[in-house]
């Protein structure tokens, strides 16, 4: 099992930044490519960002040259710098990781949905 811990939520002014980090704890071998979602009021969960065991990294359209995801493989934690940010990305940023299937480094990882965090909240004042 894979438990995921978001921290770095708060309120910022438009155009400020703030930096959110998830900590991994458990079967972290288990874990593979890890992503930050975020979910607005009233709108639908949505990828905000993603990087891959080999640091491969997707951005949706809206956050590209403003947010930039990063990992640390080895201790399982994985961090959003987020710049320049708008109201409108006022949300609950999630923390997710797929699974690796598999007998990893001695550890037995089993098939099963993604891993999920509680989500830290993001509040942008206009």
């Known amino acids: 099992q894979v438990r995921l811990v978001e921290s770095g939520g708060g309120v910022v002014q438009a155009g400020g930044s703030l930096r959110l980090s998830c900590a991994a704890s458990?079967?972290?071998?288990?874990?593979?490519?890890m992503g930050w979602y975020r979910q607005a009021p009233g709108k639908e969960r949505e990828l905000v960002a993603s990087i891959s065991r080999s640091g491969r990294t997707k951005y949706a359209d809206s956050v590209a040259g403003r947010f930039t995801i990063s990992r640390d493989v080895e201790e399982g934690n994985l961090y959003l710098q987020m710049n320049s940010l708008k109201p409108e990305e006022t949300a609950v940023y999630y923390c997710?990781?797929?699974?690796?299937?598999?007998?990893?480094?001695?550890?037995?990882?089993?098939?099963?949905?993604?891993?999920w965090g509680k989500g830290t909240l993001v509040t942008v004042s206009s």
């Open positions: 458990g079967d972290i071998v288990c874990t593979d490519t």
């Open positions: 997710n990781s797929g699974r690796r299937v598999g007998a990893i480094g001695g550890v037995a990882c089993y098939y099963g949905p993604d891993y």
